[in-house]
């Protein structure tokens, strides 16, 4: 407890808030992976059953439900902290940086207290459908930030050529070989992946038809962004490999047995990378792309990207392609533009960006960032909500969700990626700069 409360320094440094409330949603992850792995499907008391067991499911899958509303517990005390953090920020903002220790032992106080909750009040009666929904929309906006991230990956790499090129005529050419050859391997990669996918999943028509307009989707983007100016080849890949990951996801939720081979196993190399993947975006999400997010919230067109922010403000933003929002915000480097930073300083400008005042002014959009990154988690955790066992499902609709629900995040993504790329040709005469 005493480590949660000193994390990030002491109250007066200006990013100990945001530290803070990140740290207790890692700790969220880590309580909710305990109790549903290892405490809430062994530990069951008669005295508790009005609260853990879950009515409308068969013997056989009353533990999974039990570990599925463990997480959901979690996940809804983690909510409600953020949701009244982000009002109390609204009205003082330096609130966000004050009162940890109480903040905390009221936090343990409301996890301790679900669990005397009827399970009712987190299935999908209750908290599970609220949780879907701010998922949903986390998701879009994770989209949003991944063409943002991969765009300016491009760029940094376009610019560190570029300087060396100065420097020493020639040797800006390693930087380009380099975009080229990471960009082929998540390629091949990612269709290596959606070739098993096809062979192992495409038992279905739905499955089937998830897995092809993928392939014509990613194909399709890569080749339209190869015609023209707007877009990267690195992008694409990155794009691409998020389709395919989305499309893993939405097939592997399948609640139909017959084409979904993963159906109720415990797959603990899938499980161990989950948890992996889950600490990692988590962490990244909160510390890099926070500080993104928030500025969504401002509607102002005029700000600088996280790879500009950070190298002051006397110098102009570098004019790009491929422009959709923002100034100086997406795509790939002009031609002749010498202004640019090396990779190196604008990565360093990235990480510098988010360390600004988060708990003065920004707090309480910080604090609706978190909140709905605690409604994501437990949707990673329990296949949005999905009870399966022994390679049957015990609530084949809620499977069904999930998978409808992730196969539109893909296409939301992709639809995203595209415009990037036509909007500037269907639209020649607006400056998308």
Not at 51 to 79: I, K, M, P
Not at 201 to 219: E, P, R
Not at 368 to 377: D, K, P
Request: charged share 15%; with cysteine.
């Amino acid at each position: 407890m005493s480590a949660m409360c000193s994390c990030g320094g002491g109250a007066k440094s200006p990013s100990a808030g945001r530290k803070r409330s990140v740290a207790l949603l890692l700790f969220a992850i880590v309580i909710s992976l305990t109790l549903q792995y290892f405490i809430a499907p062994n530990a069951y008391s008669t005295h508790l059953e009005y609260a853990w067991h879950c009515d409308e499911v068969a013997e056989q899958y009353q533990e999974n439900c039990r570990g599925n509303s463990a997480v959901l517990r979690v996940s809804f005390c983690t909510t409600v902290f953020f949701l009244f953090a982000a009002i109390a920020a609204a009205g003082a903002p330096s609130s966000n940086k004050s009162f940890w220790f109480i903040k905390l032992v009221v936090y343990l106080a409301m996890v301790g207290g679900s669990m005397f909750l009827p399970s009712e009040v987190f299935d999908e009666h209750g908290y599970l459908q609220v949780a879907r929904v701010g998922g949903a929309i986390f998701v879009v906006l994770q989209q949003i930030i991944l063409i943002d991230l991969a765009y300016n990956w491009n760029d940094a790499w376009v610019a560190n050529a570029d300087a060396d090129e100065r420097d020493e005529p020639g040797s800006g050419a390693a930087w380009l070989k380099a975009l080229l050859f990471v960009s082929a391997f998540i390629m091949v990669l990612s269709y290596t992946a959606l070739g098993f996918l096809i062979h192992f999943f495409g038992g279905c028509s739905s499955n089937s038809s998830f897995l092809w307009v993928t392939l014509v989707l990613t194909l399709g983007s890569t080749v339209v962004q190869l015609t023209g100016d707007e877009g990267s080849l690195l992008t694409s890949a990155v794009m691409t490999g998020y389709a395919v990951f989305l499309a893993y996801s939405a097939v592997s939720n399948n609640p139909d047995e017959t084409c979904n081979p993963m159906l109720g196993q415990d797959n603990w190399l899938d499980i161990t990378l989950g948890i992996v993947f889950i600490l990692a975006s988590m962490t990244w999400t909160c510390f890099s792309y926070a500080s993104s997010m928030t500025e969504m919230f401002q509607g102002d067109t005029n700000q600088m990207s996280l790879i500009e922010e950070g190298q002051g403000g006397e110098s102009t933003p570098t004019p790009v392609k491929g422009v959709v929002t923002g100034d100086g915000k997406y795509g790939a480097t002009s031609e002749g533009d010498a202004n640019n930073g090396s990779g190196g300083e604008a990565f360093t400008s990235v990480r510098e960006s988010v360390g600004g005042d988060f708990d003065n002014g920004q707090a309480w959009k910080l604090n609706i960032v978190l909140c709905l990154l605690s409604m994501w988690y437990p949707m990673v955790l329990t296949s949005w909500g999905s009870i399966n066992e022994g390679g049957t499902s015990a609530n084949k609709s809620v499977g069904e969700v999930a998978m409808w629900m992730i196969i539109a995040a893909q296409w939301v993504a992709m639809a995203l990626y595209i415009w990037t790329i036509v909007a500037p040709r269907l639209f020649p005469d607006r400056d998308f700069s």
